[in-house]
Every structure is written in structure tokens, then in C-alpha cells.
């Protein structure tokens, strides 16, 4: 069974940096897409960043763009979430997500069916 894995996250101050990764664990998978989302608790789990592993065209929330950049991601390929200028409303557990099919979703959970455990990013004020 394919699996994502995140690694990265930690505890930095605001305005600090973070790299996390994503990595695939057993077969080899041609992706069409890829994503990030985070969840913090008590919330919804929302949209960070995704990118389209066939046209590289990248798509990011609101509230990280500009400070956040996806990369990397496909067969055999890390994918990564460079985050800087970190706030504490960044404060979540982040997930790695994949799908195998197209679509022109990218900010819906539901169009991803494979999903990392998550790594925690905690900025503290």
C-alpha cells in the first residue's frame, strides 16, 4: 500500500522558516496533482497549496501566498512546502496529499485520494 509521509515540521518563532517534505513509501505512483492543508484543532481542515504535476502550474490560499512556495512532487520526486515568515495562525498539523486522476480541483480535499499522517508546525508569538 502506497503511503505519504511528511517530515519538517517543529516549533520556530514568528517570522522564522520552515521546510517540510513529502515522501511516497512503497509503489511508484505517476501523480497528476498534489497538495498541502493543515488542520488545526477544533477546525476545519483547509487548503494550503497545491501543484498540477502536468501543466506545473501552482495554486496557493490566500493567506499564504507570497510566503509559502510548493514544490518538487511526482514519481520518484519529493514534493516541498517552503514556508517563511511563519505567523502563529499558521499554528496546525500539516498533510501531504496526492491524487492519481485529473481534475481541475485543487483547494478540496475530496480530489486528493492519498494523504500523508501529518507533521505539526507549531509558531509561537
Known amino acids: 500500500q502506497v503511503q505519504l509521509v511528511e517530515s519538517g515540521g517543529g516549533l520556530v518563532q514568528t517570522g522564522g522558516s520552515l521546510r517540510l517534505s513529502c515522501t511516497s513509501s512503497g509503489r511508484a505512483f505517476s501523480w497528476y496533482a498534489m497538495g498541502w492543508f493543515r488542520q488545526a484543532p477544533g477546525k476545519a481542515r483547509e487548503f494550503v497549496a497545491a501543484?498540477?504535476?502536468?501543466?506545473?502550474?501552482?495554486y496557493y490560499e490566500d493567506a499564504v501566498k507570497g510566503r509559502f512556495t510548493i514544490s518538487g512532487g511526482g514519481a520518484k520526486n519529493t514534493l516541498y512546502l517552503q514556508m517563511d515568515s511563519l505567523k502563529p495562525e499558521d499554528t496546525a498539523a500539516y498533510y501531504c496529499?496526492?491524487?492519481?486522476?485529473?481534475?481541475?480541483?485543487?483547494?478540496?480535499?475530496?480530489?486528493?485520494?492519498?494523504w500523508g499522517q501529518g507533521t505539526q508546525v507549531t509558531v509561537s508569538s
Open positions: 496529499a496526492a491524487r492519481t486522476y485529473y481534475s481541475t480541483t485543487y483547494s478540496e480535499s475530496a480530489k486528493y485520494d492519498y
Open positions: 501543484t498540477d504535476l502536468i501543466s506545473s502550474r501552482t
